[in-house]
């Protein structure tokens, strides 16, 4: 299923086969896949894997990606793994812990001033003058290693999702997990396609507004601060795309504000589940829309907690000493 030319070599790090764990929740069983546990501490390993899988067959001796962390940690990993030089274009404000973790793979970190979207402009200008440029969100080989999440999904289940809650900024994930249903549908392996509620960042919600009230709403939506800075999109790649995917599944966008993010980290955690605030937005959107979505229900989580700066100092959380 994977788009390789035949003789090519896997560069893998042991990506997939993340868990599916369920919980009680209002009276709902529901499932998170814990994809926080992937090798890089998120889901972008699946695409990582393929990518870097087919520059190395293509010969490429080195490439460049953009990130605000986590595709930016697991491109240097994989192309560590497959012995490509890497150059990863963060913006300046990026997480230190993800900038710390992108580091220690060995690549040239290039830090741009100003917010995400300066870091994918400066990256494309690079790439006009000849550097290669390896972005997960514009090549779309990626989207083949999200479509094993699916697989996994219905593997574990036994049966289709009847929906599936996941955090979206590119929407690559998405549109994954879409074309992977699709394949499993055409070839018969299950019989329905599971509804798709992609979960945004209020302070960056393009697709919600676009859901919402059109293409006109673009015009007031803004590349704001957020807790989640891995979906701080302000122009998904495919988000016409994405938008449609949603669409004919009979799904749909919730946008989720700061304070909520936090309390999804918590409630989250309280689970057992300790994820970065971009997972926790599918906290707010499964308590939005859980009374209308059908069983089973299938939350993504991610991104690890490990990655993100702590919401509140521990120190102030009234620790108990015996």
């Not at 868990?19 to 501490?41: I, M, Q, W, Y």
């Not at 192309?79 to 220690?104: C, H, M």
């Not at 799904?251 to 936090?262: F, H, L, N, Q, S």
Request: aromatic residues 4%.
């Amino acid at each position: 299923m994977l788009p390789l030319p035949e003789q090519a070599s896997l560069i893998t790090l042991g990506e997939g086969g993340t868990p599916l764990l369920s919980a009680t929740v209002d009276g709902r069983t529901l499932h998170f896949k814990c994809e926080h546990l992937n090798p890089t501490g998120s889901f972008k390993d699946r695409g990582s894997a393929v990518l870097l899988s087919a520059l190395a067959a293509a010969g490429l001796r080195e490439a460049m990606e953009d990130s605000s962390g986590n595709a930016g940690a697991s491109f240097a990993a994989y192309a560590a793994r497959a012995g490509l030089r890497a150059r990863v274009f963060v913006p300046e404000d990026v997480s230190p812990r993800k900038r710390a973790q992108i580091a220690a793979y060995g690549p040239e970190i290039v830090e741009t001033p100003g917010p995400r979207s300066k870091a994918s402009e400066t990256v494309r200008e690079e790439a006009s003058r000849g550097s290669a440029y390896a972005s997960h969100a514009w090549i779309p080989l990626g989207l083949a290693g999200m479509a094993t999440l699916a697989f996994e999904i219905v593997e574990q289940l036994g049966q289709a999702p009847g929906a599936v809650v996941l955090p979206v900024g590119h929407g690559t994930l998405l549109l994954g997990i879409d074309r992977g249903f699709a394949a499993m549908r055409e070839a018969g392996a299950i019989d329905r396609r599971p509804r798709l509620v992609a979960a945004q960042a209020a302070a960056c919600a393009p697709l919600w507004a676009v859901h919402q009230a059109g293409g006109e709403a673009l015009a007031w939506v803004r590349e704001g601060r957020t807790r989640a800075e891995g979906i701080r999109i302000i122009q998904p790649v495919r988000g016409d795309a994405v938008l449609a995917a949603i669409e004919a599944s009979g799904g749909t966008v919730v946008a989720v504000d700061e304070p909520a993010i936090v309390e999804g980290e918590a409630q989250l955690a309280r689970l057992g589940f300790y994820v970065e605030p971009t997972s926790a937005v599918v906290w707010e959107a499964l308590m939005a829309t859980l009374p209308s979505l059908p069983d089973p229900v299938v939350a993504v989580l991610t991104g690890s907690g490990l990655k993100a700066e702590p919401a509140v100092d521990a120190s102030a959380m009234g620790s108990q000493h015996a």
